[in-house]
């Protein structure tokens, strides 16, 4: 921890940038980075916990290796982006902001990614897989188990 914090020094003492550094690192944001960003930047903890909580993209929990987002914007929604997510939560055994007990996968929703056109989407590891059918999740699904 005392390292990413010193990639930041002096310059850095913003933190959101220093969460995504950490998050980077440690694919969450763990309890004692909250105490070490506290101190670094003289912020409480609770402050860091607000926006911990408030933006989606940080997480407290571990995630897994694959990191699922579906889409589930209105015009998602109404292409099927919700089957897509239940259908999901089947094949990986998981709900929606949950991960898979081997760690595999993490799945969770966002309420738009931004492109409409080519929902639903569903993004994996940062790769958009675009009009997404039932018939698609497998294939997708498989491309994380060859990609590892």
């Known amino acids: 921890m005392e390292n990413i914090i010193r990639e930041f020094l002096p310059a850095q003492k913003e933190l959101i940038p220093i969460l995504h550094k950490v998050q980077a690192y440690y694919g969450y944001i763990p309890a004692e980075a909250i105490s070490w960003i506290s101190a670094y930047l003289k912020i409480t903890e609770s402050e860091i916990f ?53 760690r595999k996968f993490s799945l969770e929703t966002v ?16 790769n958009y897989h675009s009009h997404v059918t039932l018939k698609k999740i497998d294939e997708i699904l498989q491309e994380c188990q060859t990609s590892q």
Do not use: M, W
């Not at 309420?111 to 940062?126: E, T």
């Open 50 to 102: 607000g926006v911990l909580t408030f933006y989606r993209a940080f997480s407290l929990e571990p995630r897994g290796k694959n990191l699922v987002t579906v889409c589930l914007g209105t015009a998602c929604h109404v292409r099927g982006g919700v089957q897509i997510a239940e259908e999901l939560e089947r094949k990986l055994n998981v709900k929606v902001g949950q991960t898979t007990a081997d």
């Open 111 to 126: 309420n738009c990614l931004g492109c409409c056109a080519i929902g639903p989407v569903v993004v994996v590891n940062g």
